[in-house]
C-alpha cells in the first residue's frame, strides 16, 4: 500500500466541512473525536496509511426516503425519513430512530457516527448507525402515529435485518412506536425476528431496556466519583430533560442517595428545592408519557417548585453533580462555566453530545470529572445488544442477571476510559479515553479487512 500523504487536524477538519456543507452537527461531533485520534496516530502510521479515521467520518451508506401519511382529517401529509448506516466493522448497524421536527441529516450523520464509537465501547459486536423523521409527534393522535410508524417502515424494512441493522428508539419513538413499527415489518415480511430493540416483554423485549440508559448514566457517575474515593450520597445533582432518559437518571439518583433538584422538557424547567423524590418522578413519568403534559404542570402539581419558562435551561441552579438528559447542544460553555462556578464537581451526558465544543473544552480544562455521552450513555445500547442475544437463543433472561450485565458493562466503560484517558497523575479525561478506546476496536477491524 502507498503510504499516502498525512494531513494534519486543521486540514482534515476543513476537509470534513468542505465535503458535508451545512452539516454543522456533524462536523462539530467530528472535530471532538479527530482532537483526540490526531494525537494518538501521531506515531501510528498504519492507520494514516489506510485513511481509517477519514473512511470512519464517511457514512457507509445514507439512505434518504419519502414517508406519505393521511392525518385524522383525511390530509395527506409529506415527511423526510433516513437511515444513516454509518459503519459495521465490528457488528450489524445499531442505534436508535429519532422522530422530532429538528431531526436532519446532519442531525443523524453525527448520532450514527457518535453510536460508532459508543457501540464499540459496549465490547458488544454492534455496529454505529442511526435513523429518523422530522415527524412531530407531538399534538398527533395515536392513530396518526401508528399510520406514520407503519409508512416509515413500509420503506425502512428493506434496509434493516436482525444480522444487517437493528434500529431501537431514541427521542419521540418508545415503546408504542416500537411496538407499530414491529407490527408492520412483521406484516410485510413473514418474519418475526429480532429486528428492532426496545420492544415489549411479551414480543421479544428485554427487562430493564426502558430503564437501562439513565440508570447506566448514573453508574458511569458513580465509577467516576469512585475514583476520587467519593459517592453519590448527600450529592445535589441537576437534571435536563424529562423524557425516558432523565426520568430513569433522576430515579437512580434518588436510590443511591441523592437529591435531583431539576428536570426540564423544550419549554422551560423545574426547580424543586426540597428534592424531586421517587413519588414526584412517577408522577412526571405517567404525566409526560401517557398525559402527554408538559412539565410546567410540575409546579403547579408540587408545592415548593418553581418553573422557569421561555426554554430556560437548568444549569445556572447550584448543584454538586450535572446530567444533561435532553438533547444535543444543550449545554454552552458559559453555562459549563457557571456550574463550575456553582461548585459542579461531575457531569454525566445521558444525551448524545449535549455539551457543545466550547463546554467540553472548558469541563476538560477545569479537570472536573466529565464523562461524554458516547461513554455514559451507552447502558441503553448494550442492554439493546443483549435483548439481540435473548432474540438470537429465543430466551428471556432473569432481571437480576441483566442487572448485573448492566453494571459490569458500565465499569467495562469506564476502564476503558481510564486505560486511554488517564495522565496518571490522577486526571481522566474521559473523552479522550473514550474516543480512543472506541476508536482502536473499529480502526484494528477495518485495517482487517483490507481496503473496502
Ligand atoms: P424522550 O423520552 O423523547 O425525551 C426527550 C426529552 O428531551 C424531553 O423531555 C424533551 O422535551 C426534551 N427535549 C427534546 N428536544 C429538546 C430541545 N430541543 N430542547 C430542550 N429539550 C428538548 O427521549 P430520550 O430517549 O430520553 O432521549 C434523550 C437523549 O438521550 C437524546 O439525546 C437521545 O439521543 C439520548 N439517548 C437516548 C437513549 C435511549 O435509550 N432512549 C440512549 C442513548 C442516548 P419535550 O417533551 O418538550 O420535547
Not at 99 to 106: L, M
Request: with cysteine.
Amino acid at each position: 500500500m502507498a503510504v499516502s500523504e498525512h494531513v494534519d487536524l486543521p486540514r482534515f477538519i476543513e476537509g470534513v466541512k468542505k465535503r458535508n456543507p451545512g452539516q454543522d452537527e456533524f462536523v462539530q461531533a467530528v472535530t471532538e473525536v479527530a482532537e483526540d485520534i490526531f494525537g494518538f496516530m501521531a506515531d501510528k502510521v498504519k492507520y494514516h496509511e489506510a485513511q481509517i479515521l477519514r473512511r470512519i467520518a464517511e457514512p457507509d451508506r445514507v439512505i434518504s426516503f419519502r414517508v406519505c401519511w393521511e392525518d385524522d382529517k383525511g390530509n395527506i401529509r409529506v415527511q423526510r425519513g433516513w437511515r444513516v448506516q454509518n459503519n459495521n466493522s465490528i457488528g450489524p448497524y445499531k442505534g436508535g430512530i429519532r422522530f422530532h421536527p429538528s431531526v436532519t441529516e446532519s442531525v443523524l450523520k453525527f448520532l450514527a457516527f457518535e453510536q460508532t464509537f459508543k457501540n464499540a465501547l459496549t465490547g458488544l459486536p454492534m455496529g454505529g448507525g442511526k435513523g429518523g423523521s422530522n415527524f412531530n409527534p407531538k399534538g398527533k393522535s395515536v392513530n396518526e402515529i401508528m399510520r406514520f410508524c407503519q409508512s416509515f417502515m413500509t420503506e425502512l424494512y428493506r434496509h434493516i435485518g436482525a444480522d444487517v441493522d437493528v434500529p431501537a428508539g431514541d427521542i419521540g419513538v418508545g415503546g408504542r412506536e416500537i411496538g407499530f413499527m414491529f407490527g408492520q415489518y412483521k406484516r410485510i415480511t413473514n418474519n418475526f425476528t429480532g429486528v428492532l430493540t426496545g420492544k415489549g416483554l411479551e414480543w421479544g423485549g428485554s427487562l430493564i431496556r426502558t430503564e437501562a440508559t439513565g440508570y447506566g448514566a448514573v453508574y458511569f457517575l458513580q465509577n467516576m466519583l469512585k475514583t476520587k474515593g467519593d459517592s453519590l450520597e448527600g450529592k445535589t445533582a441537576v437534571i435536563s430533560g424529562s423524557g425516558n432518559v432523565a426520568t430513569h437518571a433522576a430515579e437512580k439518583i434518588v436510590a443511591l442517595g441523592g437529591k435531583v433538584l431539576t428536570l426540564s422538557d423544550s419549554e422551560g424547567f423545574v426547580h424543586d428545592p426540597d428534592g424531586i423524590t421517587q413519588e414526584k418522578i412517577d408522577w412526571v413519568k405517567e404525566h409526560k408519557t401517557h398525559r402527554r403534559g408538559r412539565i410546567s404542570d410540575y409546579a403547579k402539581e408540587f408545592k415548593g417548585a418553581s418553573f422557569h419558562g421561555g426554554g430556560a435551561r437548568p444549569w445556572g441552579v447550584a448543584c454538586d453533580v450535572a446530567l444533561p438528559c435532553a438533547t444535543q447542544n444543550e449545554l454552552n460553555g458559559e453555562e459549563a462555566k457557571t456550574l463550575l462556578k456553582n461548585g459542579c464537581i461531575a457531569v454525566s451526558e445521558g444525551a448524545n453530545m449535549p455539551t457543545d465544543l466550547d463546554g467540553v473544552h472548558i469541563f476538560k480544562a477545569a479537570k472536573i470529572l466529565y464523562a461524554p455521552g458516547k461513554a455514559s450513555n451507552a447502558g441503553g445500547v448494550a442492554v439493546s445488544g443483549l435483548e439481540m442475544s435473548q432474540n438470537s437463543a429465543r430466551i428471556s433472561w432473569k432481571e437480576a442477571d441483566l442487572q448485573q450485565q448492566l453494571l459490569d458493562i458500565m465499569e467495562g466503560i469506564h476502564s476503558r476510559c481510564l486505560e486511554y484517558g488517564s495522565d496518571g497523575k490522577g486526571y481522566t479525561d474521559y473523552v479522550k479515553g473514550a474516543n480512543i478506546a472506541g476508536f482502536k476496536k473499529v480502526a484494528d477491524s477495518m485495517l482487517a479487512y483490507g481496503v473496502v
